[in-house]
């Protein structure tokens, strides 16, 4: 077996992640129901002033709804008319308007639209079922809630399907409580023979929108290609890594949009790149793809003066294949969002089928890999949160960040539930987990 040697002392220091004590330790764990645990799919958590509101489906499978006022421990449950099958796609997403009513979208595969909204500010009781334009909603998929820095409450999603879609963006009016179109195209179309997968938008340090995305060809995963940027100021006008600006619709064929022009079936995968910014602000994308030789290698690429920098950061000698439609199981490759591990230094987690888990580490300077002494730090969740109680072949432990804010620095909530990993969004054959509990964990800062 060939090891990235530059990599090999930051890998060995990385297998001790899971060691030594939290950044943060459980306070109180809070039951709120019993959940499906087998197969993966995306709840909400999201606090707001003393409340706080969960979004799931319960154990059998239909969509709920849950609030309580914080320091208490009973949950007000409402049932929504929706429920999911077995697809992984179908999170479900919330937010609030500025008067205080909960939005709530899920539950969507290339399907119409399922979105909810309270008729009184905060109150789950009152939600109801409504349409937002009444147009391009009837292959719905990926809902997104997002604020422009105006504070107007944006949705985007996927009209139409893998291989063949468009991302559209609404936005609503207080006043008159209605959606509308925020742009009168979308923002990114595949011309009826592809579809963009995005990740974002995001705020930089910069106060631009920073979205990047690969094209897909075919509901099949191997032919994800031409990873891809763009920013905006305002959500409305786009423009390239060069500051020029984007007429919309993006497509695959517009002017500068393209960070590394990988071809289908060349290893890359949607939800598979991270994107962070570095100590001079300047955007970085690390990813995976195949190399000249059908090795999967990991590469990493940072915008300077307009232009992306691309240097590859491993030097596996194993190529990995996959293909597929739905949701995947691991592919044999994974990573995670780069992280600064030193002055100068950054490091990319990895999962790899053939060498295991470890950190690839590169120079901020250079993008160059190089090979760094690397104390691994103190994990971010207590051994609680990172362990599963069900004890099951293959279960693992999933998370739901709160979308909210506790309103204090030092406190912060997850949920947690116990679930096996994705099937290609079909039932399992053979016996299923228990019901899993789902929790919400207030989690408070160690002291040093």
């Known amino acids: 077996m060939k090891l990235c040697v530059l990599c090999l002392t930051v890998m060995l220091a990385g297998s001790q ?20 645990s087998g197969f993966p799919v995306g709840f909400s958590l999201l606090t707001r002033g003393q409340r706080q509101y969960v979004a799931y489906y319960d154990a059998t499978h239909q969509m709920t709804v849950g609030a309580r006022t914080l320091g208490r421990r009973d949950w007000q449950l409402v049932k929504l008319d929706s429920k999911v099958g077995w697809d992984s796609h179908n999170g479900i997403t919330m937010a609030f308007d500025a008067e205080g009513n909960l939005h709530l979208s899920g539950n969507m595969h290339c399907v119409p639209l399922i979105y909810f909204r309270t008729e009184k ?59 509308s179109p925020l742009l009168d195209t979308p923002l990114f179309d595949g011309q009826g023979k592809r579809n963009a997968y995005p990740s974002g938008p995001t705020t930089g340090p910069d106060r631009l929108f920073h979205v990047f995305w690969v094209w897909r060809d075919t509901p099949d995963c191997a032919t994800n290609n031409n990873l891809s940027y763009a920013r905006s100021r305002d959500l409305i006008h786009w423009e390239t890594a060069a500051g020029e600006a984007i007429e919309l619709p993006m497509t695959l064929g517009a002017k500068g949009l393209i960070v590394d022009p990988a071809p289908s079936g060349g290893g890359m995968i949607n939800g598979g790149a991270r994107l962070v910014f570095d100590s001079r602000h300047r955007p970085m994308i690390a990813y995976h793809k195949s190399d000249a030789d059908g090795n999967m290698q ?32 691991f592919i044999g490759i994974r990573i995670s969002t780069p992280k600064r591990i030193k002055d100068g230094v ?19 300077a250079t993008l160059e890999p190089i090979k760094v002494s690397y104390t691994p730090p103190e994990p971010e969740l207590p051994a609680e949160l990172r362990r599963p109680q069900i004890k ?57």
């Open 17 to 36: 992640l899971n060691a030594g004590e939290s950044l943060w330790r459980v306070a109180d764990r809070i039951d709120i129901d019993t959940v499906p």
């Open 392 to 448: 099951f072949e293959g279960i693992g432990v999933r998370h739901a960040g709160d979308l909210g804010d506790s309103g204090d620095p030092n406190v912060r909530y997850i949920l947690k539930w116990d679930v096996l990993g994705p099937n290609y969004d079909r039932k399992r054959t053979g016996p299923l987990p228990p019901a899993a509990a789902l929790r919400v964990f207030k989690l408070v800062r160690s002291a040093k």
């Open 298 to 329: 990991i590469y990493v690429a940072r915008l300077g003066q307009g232009k992306w920098a691309r240097r590859v950061i491993t030097s596996w000698d194993k190529p990995v294949k996959f293909s597929g439609r739905g949701a995947m199981p």
């Open 346 to 364: 950054w490091a990319v987690g990895y999962r790899h089928r053939d060498y295991g888990s470890g950190m690839a580490a590169f120079s901020e």
């Open 121 to 179: 500010p905060g109150d789950i009781t009152t939600f109801k079922r409504l349409a937002m334009t009444g147009k391009n909603e009837r292959r719905c998929t990926y809902p997104h809630f997002v604020r422009d820095h105006a504070g107007r409450l944006i949705f985007h999603y996927r009209d139409g399907g893998s291989g063949n879609g468009r991302r559209l963006y609404n936005v609503y009016d207080v006043k008159s409580r209605s959606w």
